[in-house]
């Protein structure tokens, strides 16, 4: 039993000849004729008989040909499948991402991303840079955004990014009265540093205020600039924060504003050393880059090439 039987078998049996049958695949009737009594050796029994010069399946013929439709209902489904993959309709993408970008625009990205893509599943999963790092390393995950610079021994970067930091603060505050921050507007202001992870964007604000002779009070400290966006919504101070987050901070009802001298915030995409990148990667990365042009500039970084001053 081969396809070109079951092919030919399956073409007699919906055009109800072996002449009818013929047509339908291009090739002589001797041909089917051939190929019906192989598969009838093959089975070991007719599957067709011959009644007042018309063709009919017997009952075996009959209950062979279900099995028939199912495996070419497969196939078909199969098919579409390979098409869909074609055009990037369906698949699987698992992104892990640093927390900054995982809880504030990623998710939006992701659900704009899966608009036009219903049967494509996705995995969005937080982690620290090194965590993500590893992840991605090790092909658990298909993509990566990280904090830059890492090290890139066992990964492959994709596009990255120089965007600049804001400053955060409630609605209330008074610095909401002015266009943008400088150091000399937050001496002895109440503050939430960032920490831990964040320490090349600490060490830069920790300088700028050194440089400008100024020391805001910063009593609460967290690792997590969306941590910290939630305390200055509580009143807890002013922050500096990445500004994917600042912008979900005043999406909450908060305000923000630049600062002046700019801060840096420096990330990029990922993938696995030993393997290239899926197009739905690509794709989503795409997104991505749309969304975020139509928040603030956006300008490209050479992740070898990481001004750590």
């Known amino acids: 039993m081969n396809a070109k039987q079951l092919n030919a078998f399956r073409a007699v049996m919906l055009s109800g000849s072996m002449v009818g049958a013929a047509k339908m695949l291009f090739v002589s009737q001797p041909a089917i004729t ?3 009594k192989d598969l009838e050796d093959s089975c070991g029994f007719e599957l067709f008989e011959r009644r007042n010069g018309r063709l ?8 062979l040909y279900q099995e028939v439709k199912r495996h070419f209902l497969g196939l078909d489904n199969l098919a579409q499948m390979a098409a869909q993959i074609r055009m990037n309709k369906t698949g699987r993408l698992r992104v892990a991402s640093m927390p900054a970008l995982a809880h504030s625009i990623l998710p939006s990205t992701l ?13 969005l999963t937080p982690g620290s840079t090194l965590e993500v790092a590893k992840l991605v390393a090790a092909q658990q995950f298909d993509l990566g955004v990280v904090m830059l610079p890492i090290d890139s021994s066992d990964v492959r970067f994709g596009p990255c990014f120089r965007v600049d930091c804001r400053v955060v603060m409630p609605n209330d ?7 943008q921050i400088e150091p000399i507007h937050l001496d002895d202001q109440p503050f939430v540093a960032i920490g831990h992870e964040n320490t090349l964007t600490r060490y830069r604000i920790d300088a700028t205020f050194a440089a400008a002779g100024i020391r805001p009070r910063a009593d609460l400290e967290t690792p997590l600039y969306i941590t910290a966006q939630a305390l200055v919504r509580e009143g807890q101070g002013v922050s500096i924060i990445d500004p994917y987050t600042a912008n979900l901070f005043e999406q909450q009802g908060g305000s923000s504003r630049p600062f002046n001298p700019a801060i840096p915030f420096y990330f990029g995409f990922i993938f696995p050393l030993h393997r290239q990148p899926s197009t739905l990667a690509e794709q989503f990365i795409e997104v991505f880059i749309e969304q975020s042009k139509s928040l603030f500039p956006l300008h ?3 992740p070898d090439h990481i001004d750590l001053r």
């Open 34 to 36: 051939r190929l019906i």
């Open 56 to 63: 009919f399946a017997t009952p075996e013929g009959h209950a």
């Open 111 to 123: 659900s704009r991303f899966l608009r036009d893509r219903p049967d494509v599943s996705m995995t």
């Open 173 to 179: 505050h008074p610095l909401t009265a002015l266009d």
């Open 300 to 302: 490209p970084a050479d």
